[in-house]
């Protein structure tokens, strides 16, 4: 890996590990708490690209399972990836792979920010697929009411969809170290 591959993955865990510092906040009637670390796996992906992305995301997992207080609370370690919300952390890396899969291929600048909300769509997707059956599973839950449940915060998750899009979109355009396709 390349020394610029090497800083920007690690200025992207730097990134999560900052999101997760800001306040997490519970709404009760959503069984999930509402973190910014969503909008930093957005962000790692569609900035970074599919292999970096998936690196980075590797990286940060790999240091919460360590037990490095690195999600949101300042928590970590293996019983927080394996409690009621791991599923939704541990599919991030898998998550920044698809956003960056799809946001590699942005070459227009006509529509960029659709482009990257489609990709962010796509990522988000993938941590709900994987994160509701383990919650629902964990908590011995219906599958259904806990789709339900999570449906405010999916639909939190599509406003900063739009966010991280839109700063995806500005930072490839105008910083070219980011455009660069270099071996990981």
């Not at 966010?163 to 355009?173: E, F, G």
Request: proline share 5%; hydrophobic share 60%; aromatic share 12%.
């Amino acid at each position: 890996m390349k020394t610029r591959s090497i800083t920007l993955v690690s200025l992207f865990v730097a990134v999560m590990i900052a999101f997760g510092a800001l306040p997490t906040v519970v709404i009760p009637f959503i069984p999930v708490p509402f973190t910014f670390q969503m909008l930093g796996v957005m962000l790692v992906g569609s900035i970074l690209g599919a292999r970096k992305g998936l690196v980075a995301m590797l990286v940060f997992t790999a240091l919460a399972a360590a037990g490095v207080p690195v999600l949101s609370g300042y928590r970590g370690g293996l019983g927080v990836l394996l409690g009621p919300t791991g599923g939704y952390v541990l599919a991030w890396p898998l998550a920044a792979f698809v956003i960056g899969l799809i946001a590699d291929y942005i070459k227009t600048k006509k529509w960029t920010v659709v482009w990257y909300y489609v990709a962010i769509l796509a990522g988000i997707l993938v941590i709900y697929l994987i994160g509701v059956p383990w919650f629902a599973f964990y908590n011995h839950l219906p599958l259904l009411s806990v789709a339900e449940g999570n449906l405010p915060l999916f639909l939190l998750d599509l406003v900063k969809a739009g966010v991280a899009a839109v700063v995806a979109s500005q930072l490839k355009q105008r910083l070219s170290f980011l455009r660069k396709s270099e071996a990981i």
